[in-house]
């Protein structure tokens, strides 16, 4: 394998540019703006049980990726000497007495259900409206951010060529080949290429790829009061995310608004109400940051993995809500297609040829 073009420098693009390199493969990358990639936006959940995910390939994608998490962030701590935050917590998810009627399947609630004594008891401090819900041991979370750092500073240790500030702006092809990305500073040409774009991946190939907004903020735990969550709640209106430095991460709305930037008054006053709701004691805590973010969200809400209409191009975009969990198993099946020409089974369930008829991309 020549060189490869990672176009994407957000945490999808990070993790197959380093699996690549730790393949002995040359890798540059082309990042737009790394604060801006999804990965700055999200809280880090790894909650492919905890988002109620029905049985189906994309069920078994994720769980793949999580049990990856715990020796993929171990590799990445070692080699960095950074904290990515993994912490493997287990997620809560409480439903309200009125809702628990139409609460999940009899199988489900054998395995993980909490009536309202054990919830109350597993986590004090939740409203007195909270009467039973779930508890998913096996899910977790990573620190988002720490892990994109983490992520960066591996690739340039590597000697990965990470070019920041650059965004792609289309491909130029010739017959089943892409031949260069174009760019604002010029064009870029590499043996095969990635598009590992995100919300932008559109502007680079016409992929059925939309932004879906997020809007988030966090507070924090004041100083001398222990930090009485312990692990993620993920509610029906809000998930509440808390770091072990006592910062809780609130999230998020979902929005079809475009790329239209900032915190909204509607946005902010919706999430803060769910969750002084949910947990009341967060009601005086001080508040740290607000920020946002553009999920990558396909018109099924999975990904686009694997082969693309040119032969050396490879699709790694439309992570959705679960782009942070997904990172591991991409970049592993994402390097084993590119490198070994081996495509594991899953990857037949997320061809971009699923939107061939319906979204125009036979077109390109
Ligand atoms: N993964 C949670 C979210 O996208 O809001």
């Keep these: 394998m020549g060189e490869v073009l990672v176009i994407g420098g957000g945490i999808i693009g990070l993790a ?45 994608l994720c769980l793949r990726s999580r049990a990856l998490y715990p020796s993929w962030t171990q590799h990445l701590e070692e080699q960095t000497g950074l904290s990515t935050g993994y912490w493997a917590c287990g997620i809560l998810q409480p439903w309200y007495e009125a809702a628990i009627h ?13 009536d309202r004594t054990a919830i109350h008891q597993h986590q004090p401090g939740l409203s007195t409206a909270v009467g039973g819900g779930y508890w998913f041991p096996l899910d977790a979370q990573v620190d988002n951010r720490a892990l994109a750092i983490a992520l960066w500073q591996a690739a340039q ?26 760019t604002s500073t010029g064009e870029w040409q590499a043996d095969h290429y990635v598009l590992a774009g995100g919300a932008w991946s559109a502007e680079v190939l016409p992929v059925p790829v939309s932004p879906q907004k997020g809007q988030m903020l966090s507070v924090q735990v004041p100083s001398g009061e222990a930090l009485s969550l312990q692990q993620v709640l993920f509610g029906s209106e809000i998930y ?54 553009f999920r990558p969200t396909t018109p099924d809400e999975l990904p686009l993995l694997g082969s693309s209409p040119y032969n050396n191009l490879t699709l790694a975009t439309g992570h959705h809500r679960n782009g942070i969990l997904l990172a591991p198993i991409t970049a592993r099946l994402i390097t084993d297609w590119i490198v070994q020409g081996q ?14 008829l319906k979204d125009g991309i036979s077109g390109l």
């Design 343 to 356: 495509a594991d089974p899953l990857l037949d369930y997320f061809h971009y040829a699923r939107f061939q």
């Design 157 to 182: 240790a590597a000697g990965i060529d990470i070019q920041e500030g650059i965004p792609a702006t289309s491909l130029k092809t010739q017959a089943s080949r892409v031949t260069a990305v174009i």
């Design 102 to 114: 139409g609460k999940r399947s009899a199988e489900a609630e054998a395995e993980h259900w909490l």
């Design 240 to 293: 509440m995310v808390p770091r072990r430095d006592g910062l809780i991460v609130l999230g998020a709305t979902s929005e079809w608004v475009g790329f239209s930037p900032g915190n909204t008054p509607m946005g902010v006053n919706t999430l803060l109400a769910a969750a002084i709701r949910l947990y009341p004691a967060i009601a005086d805590y001080p508040i740290q940051e607000f920020w946002w973010g």
């Design 16 to 60: 197959i540019a380093l699996e690549l390199k730790q393949q002995g493969v040359a890798v540059t990358v082309l990042s737009r703006d790394f604060k801006q990639a999804a990965a700055h936006a999200a809280a880090g959940m790894l909650a492919p049980q905890a988002e109620a995910l029905p049985p189906s390939p994309f069920l078994d």
